[in-house]
């Protein structure tokens, strides 16, 4: 059934995902809002996502590689803030995030535990 979904919808799921994740990890210490905030999108960027993909790329499954090429044949338009290439980057570790949240929530916490966080 998962297979049934276009990776743009995987995309958009794991872009959610992914947020929240970041939006959860940086709840404690308790901070002004407008420092969390800023931390949060800073993380969740385009250009923050391509390059934890680059750092994840090596821990990845050859499966999870083809989902990884899926994402990035799907990303169609892209930002005029950033180049095509590192939007398609970013929809490519969207789609694995959101592909892993449906199918192997297990595999996605430990992918996401490698990102390194609190040092970004």
């Known amino acids: 059934m998962i297979q049934q979904l276009s990776p743009g919808f995987l995309a958009y799921l ?16 308790p901070r002004r809002l407008a420092d969390y905030h800023n931390k949060v999108v800073s993380l969740v960027r385009a250009e923050s996502q391509a390059a934890f993909l680059s750092n994840l ?8 590689k083809d989902i990884v090429r899926r994402g990035r044949n799907t990303a169609a338009g892209g930002r005029r803030r950033i ?15 959101g592909y892993l949240y449906l199918q192997n929530p297990q595999r996605l ?6 990102l390194n966080l609190n040092s970004a």
């Open 57 to 64: 790329h090596p821990h990845l499954t050859e499966f999870e």
């Open 83 to 97: 180049s095509p290439e590192l939007y398609q980057q970013a929809t490519s570790f969207e789609t694995l995030i």
């Open 14 to 29: 794991g872009d959610a995902v992914y947020e929240l994740y970041v939006r959860s990890h940086y709840i404690f210490p």
């Open 109 to 114: 916490n430990q992918l996401l535990g490698k």
